[in-house]
């Protein structure tokens, strides 16, 4: 029987080779970030977050994963590719998501920045696996429908329908957005838009001019991509924007950040 306060989340053809793929690399980054916490406990640095958060989220939430796992730990014995998992969860699992994903992205810029270290950066597979799982959870507990990894991958390539790059070249980079950045739509644009910031590009010119609906969603990726450029030394800027980004940027305080 299902706790009525646990909302159901289904990943969909979850790809089980790019699955170990994935385990076996943040299986490497766990083990490296723990010898950097343990020479340098520093609560700020990139490590010691992500390895506490780690730790607090499977304290919070692996009572909701037994049976899930049990089932990809079987699959992966099997001769099967993919797999449908169900999870139920509480509706806080959606924001835990996120705060995992964003940390993450820290974590993969932290790979790229250290010369150093053993582990590099996500793999490009590797990266979009992870958002693509994490944001089920982040939008299914949201209310959204789920959706299939196959339908994930048939759409990385970007398309004039999405952000589109309309310039290239040196800073600045400009892109188009969406005419709907909404929880759908956010997760390609933030993919889009860090995976430059991670190639370096930190002056990121958007044109919102065609944005006919935005949401909380779709301003959270615009600031959390600010907040990467901006702490690069870079920033991002809307230019042009529609009535409607003015309007909800200036309804939630950050239009004098992103316009």
Request: charged share 25%; glycine share 6%; aromatic share 6%.
């Given at each position: ?40 406990p520093d ?120 952000v589109v ?95």
């Open positions: 029987m299902t706790d009525p306060d646990l909302q159901p989340v289904r990943l969909v053809g979850l790809p089980l080779e790019l699955h170990r793929w994935s385990s076996q690399h943040h299986a490497a980054l766990d083990r490296e970030f723990a010898l950097l916490a343990a020479a340098e609560d700020r640095s990139v490590p010691v977050r992500l390895l506490a958060l780690v730790d607090e989220l499977r304290g919070r939430f692996s009572g909701f994963t037994v049976d899930a796992n049990a089932a990809l730990a079987a699959a992966e014995e099997s001769a099967a590719t993919t797999i449908d998992l169900d999870y139920h969860l509480p509706p806080d699992a959606g924001q835990a998501a996120q705060r995992l994903d964003d940390l993450f992205d820290e974590a993969d810029s932290f790979c790229r920045a250290g010369s150093h270290l053993l582990t590099l950066a996500a793999p490009e597979p590797v990266a979009r696996y992870r958002r693509w799982f994490l944001h089920e959870f982040v939008r299914q507990l949201a209310g959204e429908p789920p959706r299939a990894w196959a339908e994930v991958e048939a759409s990385a390539v970007v398309d004039e329908e999405r790059p309309t310039e290239g070249g040196p800073d600045p980079i400009r892109f188009r957005l969406p005419a709907e950045l909404d929880l759908d739509q956010a997760p390609h644009v933030r993919s889009v838009l860090m995976g430059q910031v991670g190639r370096g590009h930190i002056q990121l010119e958007v044109d919102g001019s065609q944005v006919e609906f935005i949401d909380s969603v779709g301003v959270s990726v615009l600031m959390a991509v600010h907040a990467r450029c901006e702490a690069a030394g870079g920033t991002l800027r809307i230019d042009p924007a529609s009535d409607r980004v003015r309007s909800v940027l200036k309804s939630v305080g950050v239009d004098d950040v992103l316009l």
